[in-house]
T-cell receptor
Framework: AQSVTQLDSQVPVFEEAPVELRCNYS??????LFWYVQYPNQGLQLLLK??????LVKGINGFEAEFNKSQTSFHLRKPSVHISDTAEYFC??????????FGPGTSLSVIP | DTEVTQTPKHLVMGMTNKKSLKCEQH?????MYWYKQKAKKPPELMFV???????INESVPSRFSPECPNSSLLNLHLHALQPEDSALYLC????????????FGQGTRLTVV
């Protein structure tokens, strides 16, 4: 079975500071990896995805993530955060069986 | 058009009511999903439809009844719900092949009284 772990439930960070949100997964089959963001009372918006190829993927709003197969990780990074980045961030895996499984989420709070 | 549209946005229903949530997409996706999300929790998969056929049911109680009348529409019929069923219900769609992302709607905020 597949599972996703996000070790940090809450991450406070000052505005314009860098941030890393950690994600680890376990799977016995090939997976596809995603980061979604959810703003209050809204649905989920895709930030970026790893399907194949380059292990460094860039997404919207200046976010990027690196896929590390040996460490089964897919950490999300941004070099300089803004107040508007305050939201809930979910790492997710998708298998060829069409199941999209989410991690528990990380609440990012950007402090002015 | 990369939108998944869900209606209604908010719904309040009594425990004896019957209601339906609707989801529509026009991206040609043949996989559609229902998720349930409680406050401060990740979305939990309920159902997956692939080519209009139910492919995954995550042991959801029978008071939730999904329906996929065509490739663009997905419904979730609700009957005899409990207050603990109050949550945000999210619909999503994707290509059937695994290496594609799922697109999510804005959700229906359901309150059972």
């Amino acid at each position: 079975a597949q599972s996703v772990t996000q070790l940090d439930s809450q991450v406070p960070v000052f505005e314009e500071a860098p941030v890393e949100l950690r994600c680890n997964y376990s799977s016995s089959v090939s997976v596809y990896l995603f980061w979604y963001v959810q703003y209050p009372n809204q649905g989920l918006q895709l930030l970026l995805k790893y399907l194949s190829g380059s292990t460094l993927v860039k997404g919207i709003n200046g976010f990027e993530a690196e896929f590390n197969k040996s460490q089964t990780s897919f950490h999300l990074r941004k070099p300089s955060v803004h107040i508007s980045d305050t939201a809930e961030y979910f790492c997710a895996v998708k298998t060829s069986y069409d199941k999209v499984i989410f991690g528990p989420g990380t609440s990012l709070s950007v402090i002015p | 058009d990369t939108e998944v549209t869900q209606t209604p946005k908010h719904l309040v229903m009594g425990m004896t009511n019957k209601k339906s949530l609707k989801c529509e997409q026009h991206m040609g996706h043949r996989a559609m999903y229902w998720y349930k999300q409680k406050a401060k929790k990740p979305p939990e998969l309920m159902f997956v439809y692939s080519y209009e056929k139910l492919s995954i049911n995550e042991s959801v109680p029978s008071r939730f009844s999904p329906e996929c009348p065509n490739s663009s529409l997905l419904n979730l019929h609700l009957h005899a719900l409990q207050p603990e069923d109050s949550a945000l219900y999210l619909c999503a769609s994707s290509q059937v092949t695994g290496n594609t992302e799922a697109f999510f709607g804005q959700g229906t905020r359901l309150t059972v009284v």
